[in-house]
């Protein structure tokens, strides 16, 4: 499928549902609706049982002042880095695709979740955030997971380790070379709301907490990293 027709499919739907592991997708409920439990059973890499409610960070609005993509290319391809640490001190690497943001200059509001932040998924509940520009398609899983493997050797057991320059250095080790870095925002907790600047002063999101309420059913993916919404 092509990224114009991915862009006319998700734009309508980005405030409409909340699910996992599609290409967008958005939480039902605001931050006033309190928190269920839930239990989960994993099976292999399934559950049969539900996965819990949880809070997530949502861009309400985004602007960039330089896409970083040639006005005679047309519209830019971006995607974001979130990266974090799991539980065992490893990288935890998610891509989320940001298919609407098309041009700089130009303030979009896209109602798209950024980060989740289920019960123990970030130890210290602490990302960077790496925005790029693409110049083509891209699979995303398989550049996650490069990612993680290039940046195995950091470790955030003992504390909070910075991120976004050791996953710049990781991306040319790796040999992508045709991305192109936007803005990065470091240090995003599940509190982050409200304006936030890029450190590279070309771009702001305003942020906001959202409730992503629990889905249950059997064949439900979970552990995975995948592309936005993705909880892994």
Do not use: C
């Not at 958005?26 to 269920?36: D, F, N």
Request: aromatic residues 8%; hydrophobic residues 40%.
């Amino acid at each position: 499928m092509s990224r114009t027709l991915i862009r006319r499919i998700m734009l309508p739907l980005a405030a409409a549902t909340a699910v996992i592991l599609a290409s967008v997708g958005q939480p039902a409920h605001a931050q006033s609706s309190p928190t269920p439990t839930a239990t989960t059973t994993d099976q292999g890499d399934m559950t049969t049982a539900s996965i819990p409610g949880y809070y997530a960070t949502m861009i309400n609005a985004v602007y960039l002042n330089d896409s970083k993509e040639p006005i005679v290319r047309g519209a830019a391809e971006i995607f974001s880095i979130v990266a974090g640490f799991r539980a065992d001190g490893k990288p935890a690497i998610n891509i989320v695709d940001m298919p609407y943001l098309d041009h700089g200059k130009t303030t979009y509001y896209p109602k798209q979740l950024l980060v989740h932040w289920p019960t123990g998924k970030y130890l210290h509940n602490t990302v960077d955030v790496i925005m790029m520009e693409d110049n083509g398609s891209r699979d995303y899983q398989q550049l996650a997971n490069a990612l993680a493997a290039e940046l195995a050797h950091i470790s955030g057991k003992n504390g909070w380790v910075p991120l976004a320059q050791p996953i710049l250095n990781a991306l040319a080790s790796i040999g992508v070379a045709d991305v192109k870095h936007v803005d990065s925002w470091h240090k995003l907790t599940p509190n982050s709301t409200g304006r936030h600047h890029g450190v590279q002063a070309n771009g702001w999101m305003d942020l906001f907490r959202y409730y992503v309420p629990p889905i249950s059913g059997p064949g439900i993916p979970y552990g995975v990293t995948a592309i936005q919404p993705a909880l892994s």
